[in-house]
């Protein structure tokens, strides 16, 4: 039987704009451990700064609000104290595919057990608007008045050629769909990215919620997730329809599976340290 998703509900104010799509990303997320039946106590939301980062504010579990693109290393160690714990990541475009970037790229490579939800709006949200790694090629932004000059970060073919063993799209007004992708990210044993795109309704006029309904679909149910060439191709469709969904989904060893002394026993939280331990590990140094 699924929890009350009430369960996960913090009393307090919330500073996102009426209308953000990151309303919908709490709400799935919270209907979503309800309906696996994690407690609070059994999850982390890690993040690092931005709107979206505020995330684990406004979730009852535990939570950890860190440096601006450092989300990714304190949740890498809680998961390695702790494998039991049920580690989120909850951070924006530009804190995880800017500032956060070589986190990402590593622990990816790493295949670290963890569940990444980037909240994609293309833009710099907190910091009024500014485009972001993701803002397409020539987009107006409050900072780059005639227009962006980079070319956009595709994080789906990122991801894909880094090794990630899950990597998925949705978008935030696809509540049911946005759901099952997270349902299956949280029981991935691995890394799954989970790239959301969303509205900004403040900064970003171009991309809206009608924006994103128009140019999106859904892919086929019968994709083959262990095909890596399709799920590139796939990923690289934007100007003709965005897709949604899981592109690719296969299972190696984590990097728990790799270390003896953390995948045998208890997580390190629980195992029993002496003095003599301390002594024995100081001893190294002498």
């Not at 494998?83 to 995880?96: A, F, N, P």
Request: aromatic share 8%; proline share 5%; with cysteine.
């Amino acid at each position: 039987m699924a929890l009350d998703i009430k369960t996960y509900d913090m009393i307090g104010d919330n500073a996102w704009c009426p209308g953000c799509g990151n309303f919908d990303i709490l709400a799935v997320l919270k209907q979503t451990l309800a309906d696996l039946e994690l407690a609070p106590h059994e999850v982390l939301m890690v993040s690092g700064i931005g709107q979206a980062a505020k995330t684990p504010h406004y979730i009852n579990a535990n939570g950890f609000n860190g440096l601006h693109g450092r989300a990714v290393p304190p949740a890498v160690g809680a998961k390695l104290a702790n494998k039991d714990l049920q580690v989120i990541i909850s951070t924006g475009d530009g804190d995880t595919y800017g500032e956060g970037g070589n986190h990402l790229l590593h622990n990816i490579r790493r295949n670290v057990d963890l569940v990444h939800i980037v909240h994609d709006n293309q833009v710099y949200g907190l910091t009024k608007g500014q485009g972001s790694p993701t803002t397409s090629l020539g987009q107006i932004t409050s900072m780059q008045l005639d227009g962006v000059k980079v070319n956009p970060l595709n994080p789906v073919s990122m991801a894909l050629g880094l090794g990630c063993t899950f990597v998925a799209r949705s978008f935030s007004g696809a509540r049911e769909h946005l759901s099952g992708v997270l349902k299956e990210a949280i029981k991935h044993p691995g890394y799954a990215l989970v790239d959301v795109l969303q509205n900004c309704v403040s900064f970003n006029k171009v991309n809206t919620y009608k924006w994103y309904q128009d140019h999106t679909y859904f892919i086929d149910p019968d994709h083959d997730r262990t095909d890596l060439q399709k799920a590139f191709k796939l990923a690289q469709e934007w100007e003709q329809g965005i897709p949604l969904g899981i592109f690719y989904k296969v299972e190696r060893p984590t990097l728990i599976d790799r270390i003896p002394w953390l995948k045998e026993g208890k997580p390190l939280i629980d195992r029993a340290w002496t003095p003599q331990d301390a002594k024995r590990f100081l001893a190294d140094f002498q």
